[in-house]
């Protein structure tokens, strides 16, 4: 572990996370949402999610139960950093020399940051006003009233569960009705989207999945890239201490070569 000279420090993937403070429960789906915001981690040098070096903010609280979660410690509507839009906004413009030298930008994402929409909204207005680039990384289970939120986001980076609703409600436990909401938002409001799709062993990897998500994305608006992202066992170790069971803890993690072979097969052509 070491610190880097704004306060974070390296995760066991390599990524840089701010340190934040003690939890706070206050946050629920019941009490709607405010602008007091509940952050679970801040990674303040990505280059994954979105273009250029990223911060990328997780928020806490998320509606699905997906079975390859790998951040299940975001799921609880309880716990995170309680933190204003304004002091979160002046905490990123700090890392404007990064943004502007390599096209980056911030990156909100989960946990599913759609579950805090008025507090997201006001921090991408504010990031907007300062001329910084926005990117979403989200599934579109968030709890509707998207207008104020996609108008002020530059980019979508939309995790497609699953394309078909049975196999989705299989997959993250709810009902498939929020996201395809979310994506007719999108339609209407014309925000670009890169489309990421988890390809796990057994359950996301066949041919015959594959096409049919081909088929799905064709009708998403204003796609500019496909990412199959390969299953990974680095959640396992966050459900031993939650003191839950993994859901996947005896599949395989997925070979990186051959997803990466998948996503040329099918998705070549999107992607330039």
């Not at 309680?82 to 700090?94: K, Q, S």
């Not at 049919?212 to 990412?227: F, G, I």
């Not at 839950?244 to 330039?272: H, I, K, T, Y």
């Amino acid at each position: 572990m070491y610190a880097d000279r704004l306060g974070a420090e390296e995760g066991p993937e390599g990524r840089l996370f701010c340190a934040l403070f003690e939890p706070n429960p206050r946050f629920s789906e019941q009490e709607g949402s405010f602008l007091t915001g509940y952050i679970h981690s801040m990674e303040s040098m990505g280059l994954v999610d979105g273009p250029g070096v990223r911060c990328v903010v997780f928020l806490q609280g998320c509606p699905l139960r997906c079975l390859y979660c790998h951040n299940p410690d975001t799921q609880t509507a309880e716990g995170g950093e309680a933190v204003e839009p304004e002091a979160l906004v002046r905490r990123l413009l700090r890392f404007r020399p990064y943004f502007d030298r390599s096209g980056g930008g911030v990156t909100f994402s989960g946990g599913e940051p759609l579950f805090q929409p008025e507090f997201l909204a006001e921090c991408l207005a504010r990031l907007r006003k300062a001329g910084i680039h926005t990117c979403l990384d989200t599934s579109g289970a968030g709890l509707g009233a998207y207008e104020d939120i996609l108008s002020c986001t530059d980019l979508l980076l939309y995790d497609v569960k699953h394309e078909v609703p049975e196999a989705y409600q299989r997959v993250t436990g709810r009902s498939m009705e929020r996201t395809l909401d979310f994506v007719e938002a999108v339609r209407r409001a014309g925000t670009p989207m890169w489309v990421r799709h988890v390809v796990v062993p057994g359950l996301t990897d066949q041919e015959e999945h594959l096409a049919a998500l081909r088929k799905y994305v064709d009708t998403l608006p204003k796609v500019q890239k496909v990412e199959l992202l390969p299953f990974h066992k680095l959640g396992a170790e966050k459900y031993r201490g939650l003191g839950r069971a993994d859901p996947l803890a005896e599949v395989p993690a997925m070979d990186p070569e051959l997803c990466r072979q998948l996503q040329e097969r099918w998705f070549s052509d999107l992607n330039g």
